[in-house]
């Protein structure tokens, strides 16, 4: 029934950006936190960021802080990532996911839906 779909990962030049949408369905959206993950070749999902219900609260992974803005429209049921000052450090597969957790959420555990994932690829 729940479902989250990415979209908007393509190839980029380093210093450029790039904007990921996630839509939501199947779900009460303004009762899950929402996050994003990354997962690069070879390497574990690591968080990347998330926000609160009511998106007064963001946290971000220090390696994207200053970079990266996760905004959230839950009368749309959309949650988005702006990554500006894309480095070829940020290549990886990029996962939308939703806790019912309202706690730290900084897990892949704590996530109780997730994405397909969409390609972010950054080149020098």
């Known amino acids: 029934q729940v479902q989250l779909v990415e979209s908007g990962g393509g190839l980029v030049q380093a210093g450029g950006s790039l904007r990921l949408s996630c839509a939501a369905s199947?779900?009460?959206?303004?009762?899950?936190?929402m996050g994003w993950f990354r997962q690069a070749s070879g390497k574990d999902r690591e968080f990347v960021t998330a926000i609160s219900r009511g998106g007064v609260n963001t946290y971000y992974a220090d390696s994207v802080k200053g970079r990266f803005t996760i905004s959230r429209d839950n009368a749309k049921n959309t949650v988005d990532l702006q990554m500006n000052s894309l480095k070829p450090e940020d290549t990886a597969v990029y996962y939308c996911a939703a806790a019912r957790q309202i706690g730290n959420t900084l897990r892949p555990d704590d996530y109780d839906y997730w994405g397909q994932g969409t390609q972010v690829t950054v080149s020098s």
């Open positions: 199947g779900l009460t959206f303004s009762m899950y936190r």
